[in-house]
């Protein structure tokens, strides 16, 4: 079977969807599509399928993927037809092999849109120091410094609030969801706009590289 990453953007009604939902409205993609993948083993087999890191409710992406195994087409007729089989908010960029492993991926890139009166120049200075947010998980609420899971971020006016590009640790349990970056910033914010742009390495490198003739949003 020919391994294949399946790159795909995440936008508009797409958004409302958790990541469990995400994976079952792409299985079903993947079986109206008619194309063949590796199954599971065991009692009850299933497309055996690896994710990008899980994306939030209400936030978007253009650099979504999924990993998985086929057989009986190439990468381009693969994209097509998996394009036709997406529903609406899913949107089928490329189809290649994959290049780096999924651990491989360090730092994830956000566009964070900020309706607020905090100017830039206060939001620089705030980003500057330490950046405490209360993060709940299975043990309770803490409290947890963010600044060391940024390794940069710039701000920039806009005309009803911010605009932030961050680049923020994505590996394993030190993901940082870039809500909390806005949460820091403006606790009271109602209006915050999250779209996940790329992956990247560790050295800065894009985990996603062009192998097909489609176009990679991620490179």
């Known amino acids: 079977m020919l391994p294949v990453r399946v790159f795909f953007e995440k936008k508009d009604m797409a958004r409302y969807i958790s990541h469990l939902d995400l994976q079952r409205a792409?299985?079903?993609?993947?079986?109206?599509?008619?194309?063949t993948v590796r199954q599971t083993e065991g009692f009850n087999p299933h497309p055996k399928m690896v994710?990008?890191?899980?994306?939030?409710?209400?936030q978007e992406s253009l650099c979504e993927f999924v990993d998985m195994e086929m057989d009986g087409a190439g990468y381009?007729?693969?994209?097509?037809?998996?394009?036709?089989?997406?529903?609406p908010g899913l949107r089928v960029t490329a189809a290649a092999a994959p290049v780096f492993p999924v651990k491989r991926i360090k730092y994830a890139v956000y566009r964070i849109g900020i309706v607020t009166s905090l100017a830039a120049a206060e939001a620089e200075r705030a980003l500057a120091g330490p950046m405490p947010v209360e993060k709940r998980?299975?043990?309770?609420?803490r409290t947890l410094d963010i600044r060391p899971l940024i390794r940069d971020c710039a701000v920039a006016q806009t005309g009803d609030g911010l605009a932030l590009d961050a680049t923020v640790d994505a590996s394993g349990e030190s993901y940082l969801n870039p809500s909390y970056i806005a949460a820091f910033l403006d606790p009271a914010a109602?209006?915050?706009?999250?779209?996940?742009?790329?992956?990247?390495?560790?050295?800065?490198?894009?985990?996603?590289?062009?192998?097909?003739?489609l176009n990679c949003k991620n490179s």
Not at 51 to 58: D, K, N
């Open 137 to 141: 998980g299975k043990s309770g609420v």
């Open 51 to 58: 994710f990008s890191m899980p994306l939030s409710m209400y």
């Open 76 to 87: 381009d007729e693969i994209a097509a037809r998996l394009a036709a089989a997406f529903p």
């Open 190 to 213: 109602e209006d915050v706009r999250v779209l996940r742009r790329r992956f990247l390495l560790a050295d800065g490198g894009a985990f996603c590289l062009k192998k097909s003739r």
């Open 26 to 35: 792409v299985r079903r993609a993947v079986e109206r599509s008619g194309l």
